[in-house]
């Protein structure tokens, strides 16, 4: 069964980084927008960055500015750079295709921002 595989994940003090990768197989990602999705704790699953497979990019409002998505497309691979990391950031990351695939979602990776 196809997946996304998410990691880079942690625990990290409020205005700190961390860089989620997410591996997907090639027939997947090589034809598809790839997008970074996030939940909280009671709230709805939300997409926070996407990447066109031409590179092109674009950010949900709340990440403007402190996240950057990229892709790898020799390693079927795709990143999310997080700076000045805010404890509302606190959620599980999962990747996926944008717009989402039901069958693609992964186990996602916990992000902890917290003093």
């Known amino acids: 069964q196809v997946q996304m595989v998410e990691s880079g994940g942690g625990l990290v003090q409020p205005g700190g980084s961390l860089r989620l990768s997410c591996a997907a197989s090639e027939s997947i990602f090589s034809r598809n927008t790839m997008g970074w999705y996030r939940q909280a704790p009671g709230k709805e699953r939300e997409l926070v960055a996407h990447i066109t497979t031409a590179g092109w990019t674009n950010y949900a409002d709340s990440v403007k500015a402190r996240f950057t998505v990229s892709r790898d497309n020799a390693k079927n691979t795709v990143y999310l750079q997080m700076n000045s990391l805010k404890p509302e950031d606190t959620a599980v990351y999962y990747c996926?295709?944008?717009?989402?695939?039901?069958?693609?979602w992964g186990r996602g990776t916990q992000v902890t921002v917290s003093s």
């Open positions: 996926n295709v944008a717009p989402p695939f039901t069958r693609l």
